[in-house]
């Protein structure tokens, strides 16, 4: 409460001292930039409590209890492997693309986590241009079969 006080008081201050630049300074040229300087000059003082704000939510994982750092842990342990296998069937298509000359201008893989943590693949989507399509769905068919999941061809 006492830093709310000493918080107000310095407002106050700030606000006589400006009002009192602003009075003294002339009304034309350099008078409006000391007007600009004071207004900030006191939007400052006013915001000046939110900066120490950020001083008090630091938190230290360790302070946290065990059951939230696992959770925590496990998480991150999940988007790993989401990253992981997201990264290696885009390879996959890739190079099963790139084995019949053909480049992907966007493969999409959208994939979830089972009720038991397992990660799975929902449907990849592979962006091609109109004139490879035919040879696209022919990839998509093999990598379809290959992840057992539904492989979808598109074009832009």
Known sequence: MDGIRAWSA??????????AVALLAP???TGKLFRLITATFFICCMLMPLLKVRSFVSLDIGDLPPA????????????QLQTQVEETVI????????ARG?????ITVTMDTSADGGIYI????????KQTVPIAKAVG????????????????
């Open 122 to 129: 929902q449907q990849v989507t592979i962006t091609v241009d």
């Open 102 to 106: 053909i480049t992907a201008k966007k």
């Open 91 to 98: 390879a996959l298509a890739e190079e099963g693309l790139a």
């Open 141 to 156: 068919e093999v990598l379809a079969e290959e992840l057992k999941t539904t492989v979808t061809v598109q074009t832009r």
């Open 27 to 29: 009304k034309n040229g």
């Open 10 to 19: 310095a407002l106050c201050v700030a606000a006589l001292g400006c009002s």
């Open 68 to 79: 939230v750092k696992a959770e925590l842990l496990e998480d991150t342990v999940t988007r």
